[in-house]
């Protein structure tokens, strides 16, 4: 079974830049339907960004213009990379797979969920 | 934007009871996309449910989802100590949207 393990979290401050990782542990990510999400304490769960194998990226209002979701073909991985951090960008960032279905016109529901990497702008 | 609303925000019951769940949509969803999420102390979210009802692989059939349109609700017909945890419901499809979830407590 598929799992996957974010690293890359840490303590930053406004403005700074940060860059997530995420690795699948049996399965590449780079076969799937892949989005970041956030969590914190004022704002709950928010999508943050979404690849798709191909590459294809799409991000939340929120960090539109500011972070960018990336996969390493070679490494097998997939990024985030997070620019000129703001306060309210303080939560904890779980990489999880969407279940690819052709009827979902853009988006879908997240069948495997990382753990999480905690980051802290301050 | 459509907003997903839950309620109750605390649920506490005991053992074996019933626990009703629900998830108000702002406007009417066209299609039944519409996911539960549960999600225990210091762990990420667990898929429960998706297309509002049915269930994910390994959820026991207590876990059932329903509802269409505005009104979509999570039943977990006996509850169980294990259950103890915050369930969030999730919009997808054209747009993408989490509500804020409502704590299970287990009297």
């Known amino acids: 079974e598929v799992q996957f393990v974010e690293s890359g979290g840490g303590v930053v401050r406004p403005g700074d830049s940060l860059r997530l990782s995420c690795a699948g542990t049996e399965l590449s990510v780079n076969l799937f339907w892949m989005m970041w999400v956030r969590q914190s304490p004022t704002k709950g769960l928010e999508w943050v960004a979404s690849s798709n194998p191909a590459g294809v990226e799409e991000y939340g209002e929120s960090v539109r213009g500011r972070f960018i979701v990336s996969r390493d073909f070679g490494g097998e991985s997939l990024s985030l990379q997070m620019n000129d951090v703001r306060d309210d960008d303080t939560a904890v960032y779980f990489c999880a797979r969407q279940v690819y279905r052709r009827s979902y016109p853009r988006h879908s529901y997240l069948d495997v969920w990382g753990t999480g990497t905690s980051v802290t702008v301050s | 934007e459509i907003v997903l609303t839950q309620s109750p925000g605390t649920l506490s019951l005991s053992p074996g009871e019933r626990a009703t769940l629900t998830c108000r949509a702002s406007q009417s969803l066209t299609n039944d996309y519409l996911a539960w999420y549960q999600q225990k102390s210091g762990q990420p979210p667990r898929l429960l449910i998706y297309d509002a009802s049915a269930r994910a692989a390994a959820i026991p059939d207590r876990f059932t989802g329903s509802g269409s349109g505005t009104e979509f609700t999570l039943t977990i017909s006996r509850l169980e100590p294990e259950d103890l945890a915050v369930y969030f419901c999730?919009?997808?499809?054209?747009?993408?949207?989490f509500g804020g979830g409502t704590k299970v407590e287990i009297k």
């Open positions: 999730q919009l997808y499809g054209g747009s993408l949207t």
